[in-house]
């Protein structure tokens, strides 16, 4: 019972993400933040803190983009893991201006 009560907690479904921050995240904030899975989790510090951080290395970005990015942040030190491009796969392996526009970093 008690593996059951454990489960839920480890397959619940990545939040919802513009495709555009996780890009972004992933190519930018990753390089310094991949590699903190562990107990060093900074969470306890004031929101403000992160936006900060987020403004000074990402540049201006909206409220929007910084929860994103918070989000992001927080999967990855939690979960060990990039979070999931929210894209479907093409299975013809045609991939449109449209949804290679949104795999660009700035």
């Known amino acids: 019972m ?5 489960l839920p907690a480890i397959a ?27 107990g060093r989790m900074t969470f306890h510090l004031p929101r403000e803190a992160a936006d900060t951080h987020i403004r000074r290395f990402g540049g201006e970005v909206s409220t929007e983009r910084l929860g994103e990015l918070f989000g992001l942040l927080r999967h990855m030190k939690e979960s060990c893991a990039f979070h999931p491009l929210p894209l479907p796969l093409v299975r013809d ?3 449109d201006g449209k949804i290679l526009a949104g795999l660009r970093s700035p």
Do not use: I
């Not at 008690?2 to 454990?6: D, F, G, H, R, V």
């Open 93 to 95: 392996g045609h991939w």
């Open 2 to 6: 008690t593996l059951a009560l454990a």
């Open 12 to 38: 619940q479904p990545a939040a919802v993400v513009s495709p555009k921050s996780v890009v972004l995240f992933n190519t930018e904030c990753a390089r310094c933040h991949e590699g903190e899975c562990s």
